[in-house]
């Protein structure tokens, strides 16, 4: 499909998606332990029926049965070397009903595996299992690609910079929200939204995720930061259980209720997810009937994003951008850089993030470091410590690329120059990954001296990029500033910004000042910093790049807020200056390694398992012991109620699970350093457990990541893995005698699996007690099967594991 007619036609229409396959091939008699995808091949008659129903129902897309049809996924049954047949089948069946009439949209999901530091997978890996099967789906002749289900925004692009290169219609982006309107990782609507926006595809959204109640905040919030159209596929509710059958109580008429209020946020095309009928898409067609997409309010231009911080450059107070990760201007940073000493890098972004930095630049280039490789694993650590969006600073098209597969959310590229090989080097990288550029208002011949040549050298950078397919908002220029001390040389401070209001004025494009550049070499730098801070702004500078710990530098950028009527009635000047004390204490700390003065070894190992510094632990640890501290003390007293409070950081929405495996994974190799110390029978289990995640179920993600933190949690574990069957859960359990058993599900259509498994345990007569979670579980639903507890979260399935584990009946 073309796709200039798919955006031409979303302006006249709302169109509707099709719903659930998964719940309907259960009701035509899917075997459970079998993989959807396989009935492509095998009972395609089935998956015709369905496409029918939506056909006619009014759906104008039908998605494809092919959700989980990656190579690494089919993999689970054995079926990978089938994946370009299943593929292909699906959109042949599809095709089939659609009759000419609606779309044949195909359906893409994720890989059943976690990117790393979460899992296994390096970005890399994804792209090529996404590579693989987007291009078999576009030669079989899809009109457009959904991506659905999506919680990892690195995942997601993954599969969207795939999809992009293998098919040349229209692509959609859908992420799955949980409570709060995050991702399990973190991330929010707008900073989704921002991250995908920039990315070569044609639609943002949400699917899943819960009812169409909790999914309108999100379609209104993501409506405030894209131009995009926007797509909503809400679930019928969560599931319950009536009867002793797995249901879904939103009823057609919810959804058709809400439709229009979907619409009127901006909503573009609306379907169904989970537990949604032809008999929703039919109500929901009927609802929206006659109506047309409502104009948005425009998206930010420059805007910049974390993992789920965003920074709106060019628009209320000024934003400002830390400069202080730098190797070549650092010794500890250098020497962390050749020693692997990442969390020197976390402490250093947070330092910054907790001065007020908007975005920080990470640089770390210098002679004898491999940068490539030390750019990727330094963001990897801030990425785990802070959530503000990150600028990557280096000269080499490589790093940047290997970066930009790092960042989460939406990163600044630190920069070009309008020498045409660093524009073609550069440029369709930031338009592949959806990131923003910094542009130097430099030529082939060096820096201009006149602040006409400056604009010039920058309306090329602009219109090379836009050219390129990025917007105009998402191209920053530097108008260059030099050593106020060296004289004139370079056109002096003077030129500069006369240059930045020439950019400012004819470009009209979000601008980027290294303003410690200017008292380079002289004394009283701070002041020197702040004054022309202040002349800059007044010209029109977005977004300095500054010491964050100068008090100079800090004043002038909320006075300059003041003064320029960026701060109505001075609330954000007057509340700043009430917490100045506070700040005062912070900038008299300049180092850099975590260590700070006055803090004991056991608030350091403390803070080494909350910020998740592996790199730290065992050094914090022997620290501790040359002090006297028994090993066990270490691990009772420490250790463990530090990954507690980590625990109740993340119910509260705090910490992410990014930020809990990292601190899990620094426990893990504390307690392996420790374990050789215990004396025979000292350490003593606080209970075991017996987990696996039900038949017909190969998703592990989250149960891996529970066993792991009961282990941290001085809990024995025996993990038998996912797609167990009842019998395998039963002899581990007479095998390994735990006091819990475990059981996990992540998808609707194995919740009914969960209550079978729940049934047969009890009528065995086991003793245990039985702990379930899941994406899609709930605590109605673990209450109604007769579980005896449930975790939401890995947090809170630790806390039940306690509870359980010292009131089971097969205790001791």
Known sequence: ???????????????????????????????????????????????????????????????????????????????????????????????????????????????????????????????????????????????????????????????????????????????????????????????????????????VGANCSAGPEEMLPVAERMARCTDLPLVMEPNAGLPVLRSGKTVFPGSPALLARYAPRFAAAGVNIVGGCCGTTPKH??????????????????????????????????????????????????????????????????????????????????????????????????????????????????????VVEAALKEIEGKALINSVTADESRLRAVLPLARKYGASVIGLALDEKGIPDSARGRLEAARRIVNFAVSAGMKRGSVFIDPLVMAAGAGTAGGGAAVSLEALSMIKEELNVATVMGVSNVSHGLPGRGAVNAHFLLMALSRGLDLPMVDPFSPEVRAALRSADLLLGRDPYARRFLSIRAAAGVRRKRRGSGHLKGVKPGKSSRDLLREAVIEGAEDAIVERIKRLLDEGTAPLEVT???????????????????????????????????????????????????????????????????????????????????????DAPVEKIIEAANREKPDVIGLSALMTTTMIEMEKTVALLRKEGLPQRILVGGAVVTRQFADDIGA????????????EMRRLAANSPAAG
């Open 1 to 203: 499909m073309d796709r200039n007619a798919f955006h031409r036609r979303l302006r006249d229409e709302i169109l509707i998606l099709d719903g659930a396959m998964g719940s309907l091939l259960q009701e035509w008699g899917l075997p459970v332990g079998t993989a959807p995808e396989e009935w492509n091949l095998t009972n395609p008659d089935a998956l015709t029926d369905i496409h029918n129903l939506y056909v006619a129902s009014g759906a104008d897309m039908i998605l494809t049965n092919t959700f989980g049809a990656s190579r690494i996924k089919l993999g689970n049954f054995g079926l990978e070397g089938k994946m370009r047949e299943i593929n292909e089948a699906a959109v042949r069946v599809a095709r089939k009903a659609a009759r000419g009439g609606a779309w044949v949209a195909a359906s893409v999901g994720p890989l059943g595996e976690n990117l790393h530091p979460l899992g296994k997978l390096s970005f890399d890996d994804a792209f090529n299992a996404y590579a693989e099967q987007t291009r078999a789906l576009a030669d079989a002749g899809v009109d457009v690609i959904v991506l659905e289900t999506f919680d990892d925004l690195r995942m997601v692009k993954a599969a969207a910079i795939a999809s992009r290169e293998s098919f040349k219609g229209p692509v959609i982006a859908l992420m799955t929200f949980g409570q709060g309107m995050l991702t399990v990782t973190g991330a929010g609507p707008e900073a989704a939204a921002l991250a995908l926006g920039d990315l070569d595809i044609d639609g």
């Open 281 to 398: 898409i039919s109500a929901i067609r009927k609802a929206v009937k006659g109506m047309r997409p409502q104009p948005r309010a425009a998206a930010p231009a420059s805007a910049l994003s974390g993992r789920s911080r965003v920074t709106v450059v060019g628009s209320g107070p000024a934003a400002f951008m830390g400069e202080r990760i730098n190797p070549t201007a650092n010794p500890d940073l250098k020497e962390a850089a050749r020693h692997g000493k990442w969390s020197v890098f976390a402490n250093e972004a947070k330092r910054q993030a907790e001065a007020g930095a908007d975005v920080i630049d990470v640089n770390v280039g210098g002679h004898g470091i491999r940068e490539a490789e030390t750019m990727c694993r330094a963001l990897a650590a801030i990425q785990g410590r802070v959530d503000v969006p990150l600028c990557i600073d280096t000269s080499d098209p490589a």
């Open 636 to 722: 009772q007293k420490i250790l463990v109620p530090a990954l507690e409070e980590v625990g109740v950081l993340f119910n509260r929405k705090q910490f992410f699970l990014p930020q809990m495996v990292l601190s899990a994974e620094a426990v893990q190799k504390g307690f392996r350093f420790l374990k050789a110390m215990f004396k025979p029978g000292e350490f003593k289990s606080r209970g075991k457990i017996v987990i696996a995640t039900v038949r017909g179920d190969i998703h592990e993600i989250g149960k891996n990541i529970v066993a792991a933190i009961l282990e941290n949690h001085g809990f024995e574990v025996a993990d038998i893995g996912k």
């Open 788 to 799: 005896d507890g449930f975790g939401a979260d890995a947090a809170e399935a630790v806390s």
